[in-house]
């Protein structure tokens, strides 16, 4: 079962403009992952955050992690056609012992419109 | 370093076959997982070995079977193959065991069960 949902699910937006997608998870974490999968191909990892950070950045892109509410944010700025795929989220549990697989969330489908 | 790789890219079965897929980690990198992607289910975690040592099981039907050698190269084997089987696994290796550091997909291999 997936640890978290994405929202939204789809967004469009055009080039230049800055998307931002937001991602919900239950338990307590160790971290949190982003990643960018081009259509059906092989997932990207995009950046990390620890359950000890606030606010991370990587190039274009900013990460802010919420414990207190279980959430993230991914903000990708001034967005380029090349920047449209799918984003996921994706969690490891915090002392969970052996189970420390990486939980994905549902995902957001990003289109930027050239 | 070369990335990782996964053999074949694609592959169609039918009912009742059982099929293998192979993951070349990065070099040096002695942690394997496999994932299954599917439109309804999403990204699930299937396995994950390390040192040739299966240190974590996701919920799927003992169908579903691993192994890794001692170079770290990893296969997933599926028996009987059901029509549900139709997917895109994904492996990931890390240099560590577990999801606590960021994991490098493969391309997957696209299997379809007809």
């Known amino acids: 079962s997936q640890q978290g949902e994405e929202d939204p699910q789809a967004l469009s937006i055009q080039e230049g403009e800055n998307a931002t997608m937001n991602c919900s998870y239950k338990?307590?974490?160790?971290?949190l992952q982003w990643y960018r999968q081009n259509s059906g191909r092989g997932l990207v990892h995009l950046i990390l955050?620890?359950?000890?950070?606030r606010e991370k950045h990587s190039g274009r892109l900013r990460v802010t992690l919420d414990t207190s509410k279980k959430s993230s944010s991914l903000l990708i700025t001034a967005s380029r056609a090349a920047d449209t795929a799918s984003y996921f989220c994706a969690t490891a549990r915090a002392n969970s012992g052996s189970a420390r697989q990486l939980t994905f969330g549902s995902g957001t489908q990003l289109t930027v419109l050239p | 370093k070369a990335g990782v790789t996964q053999t074949p890219r694609y592959l169609i079965k039918t009912r009742g076959q059982q099929v293998t897929l192979s993951c070349s980690p990065i070099?040096?990198?002695?942690?394997v997982s496999w994932y299954q992607q599917t439109p309804g289910q999403g990204l699930q975690f299937l396995f994950e070995?390390?040192?040739?040592?299966?240190?974590n099981k996701g919920n799927f039907p003992g169908r579903f079977s691993g192994r890794q050698f001692s170079n770290s190269r990893s296969e997933m084997n599926v028996s009987t193959l059901e029509l549900g089987d139709s997917a895109l696994y994904l492996c990931?290796?890390?240099?560590?065991?577990?999801?606590?550091?960021?994991?490098?997909f493969g391309p997957g291999t696209r299997l379809t069960v007809l």
């Open positions: 070995y390390f040192s040739e040592t299966q240190r």
């Open positions: 338990t307590s974490i160790n971290n």
């Open positions: 990931a290796s890390s240099g560590i065991a577990g999801a606590y550091n960021e994991q490098f």
């Open positions: 955050i620890r359950s000890n950070e």
């Open positions: 070099s040096g990198h002695r942690s």
